[in-house]
């Protein structure tokens, strides 16, 4: 897999994230998607989605501080530490996080199909 498309998707995700657009969400998260969250819950799409629809997700801010791509065969691996503003139910955060993601190649697109996601501990 090509590196510069691994980064070009891991834009357009945050892009997605950031602007609660549903609809690339839904293009680029796999429907056997299994997400651990900061909190050790286990997201799939539909959860996922449904936070950004209905508002309980509403991302503000997004800037990657730093970027990994591990292309491999048809997946890639990316490891990023981005700094995430947020509002989660409600509650203002700001926090550094470390999102890991598996990109499986889906016909001709790219989706997310697993990852996990920490918070940065300073």
């Given at each position: 897999m090509e590196e510069n498309l691994i980064?070009?998707?891991?834009?357009?995700?945050?892009?997605?994230?950031l602007n609660g657009d549903v609809e690339n969400l839904d293009r680029l998260i796999s429907d056997e998607l299994s997400f651990v969250s900061p909190f050790g819950q286990i997201i799939t799409k539909k959860d996922d989605i449904e936070s950004h629809r209905s508002g309980i997700v509403n991302i503000t801010e997004i800037k990657f501080l730093n970027q990994k791509v591990i292309p491999l065969e048809d997946v890639a691996v990316t490891i990023t530490q981005a700094n995430v503003k947020a509002i989660l139910a409600g509650e203002?955060?700001?926090?550094e996080m470390c999102y890991t993601r598996v990109w499986q190649k889906d016909?001709?697109?790219?989706?997310?199909?697993?990852?996990?996601?920490s918070f940065v501990q300073k």
């Open positions: 980064y070009e998707y891991e834009e357009r995700l945050r892009k997605a994230m203002h955060r700001e926090d016909k001709n697109e790219l989706k997310v199909i697993s990852g996990h996601c």
